[in-house]
């Protein structure tokens, strides 16, 4: 089945420690998407990509990182210099179009002490 | 003032009634609508897409548009305990397939036995 997997579910980590986020799909998408998500806030862009090799910052890059060397993949480095790292971090991917809907993983949830 | 408003409930309904969800927005360009379910520590998974304005059915879902109020809805009958989530709509203009996709916060739905 084509989906998308994010691990881990959950992940802790100690403050000052940068910490990736690990995204893979198999739905053959272009464009990936990284989302924090915190209660009452709804889904907040982190950065996206829609090629290989290439990324754009979203609403609340900072501190945080992306790389993207393969289709497939498109892991998130959280870095000790994002002041409030807790929170829900769901990945997604479309095809590249004009209003194209996203699909989603099912999220990692990351807490920081 | 936010893009996309939506009640975030909670809301709280017998099993069997009508669900009425709904959102307002600002950005008259949104032309690209969606609703998304999420279930407690998932990603939320594509329900409803519709585009301009209209009426879109699937199953015991309805996804409706008004753009003139700058209004949608999605209505659920003959609502079961297993549509207890949280709700989230979404939308987009579309302009390129660059255009950002905005989200409502989310209502949260529980449906009574």
């Known amino acids: 089945d084509g989906g998308i997997t994010q691990s881990p579910k959950y992940l802790f980590r100690k403050e000052g420690q940068n910490v990736t986020l690990s995204c893979e799909q198999n739905?053959?998408?272009?464009?990936m998407y990284w989302y924090r998500q915190d209660p009452g806030q709804g889904l907040r862009l982190i950065y996206y990509?829609?090629?290989?090799?290439?990324?754009q910052k979203g609403d609340i890059a900072e501190g945080y990182s992306v790389s993207r060397e393969k289709k497939e993949s498109f892991p998130l480095t959280v870095t000790s210099a994002q002041k409030n790292p807790t929170a829900f971090y769901l990945c997604?991917?479309?095809?590249?179009?004009?209003?194209?809907?996203?699909?989603f993983g099912n999220g990692t949830r990351l807490t920081v002490t | 003032q936010k893009e996309v408003e939506q009640d975030p409930g909670p809301l709280s309904v017998p099993e069997g009634a009508i669900v009425s969800l709904n959102c307002t927005y600002s950005n008259s360009a949104f032309q690209y609508f969606m609703w998304y379910r999420q279930y407690s520590r998932k990603g939320p998974e594509l329900l409803m897409y519709t585009y301009s304005s209209g009426n879109k059915e699937d199953g015991r879902f309805t996804a409706q548009v008004d753009k003139s109020s700058k209004y949608i809805s999605l209505f659920i009958r003959d609502s079961q305990p297993s549509d207890s989530a949280t709700y989230l709509c979404?939308?987009?203009?579309?302009?390129?397939?660059?255009?950002?996709?905005?989200f409502g916060s989310g209502t949260r739905l529980s449906i009574r036995p």
């Open positions: 997604a991917s479309s095809i590249v179009d004009r209003g194209s809907p996203l699909h």
């Open positions: 990509s829609q090629i290989v090799n290439d990324f």
């Open positions: 979404a939308m987009s203009a579309g302009y390129s397939s660059a255009s950002k996709i905005i």
């Open positions: 739905l053959n998408h272009d464009a």
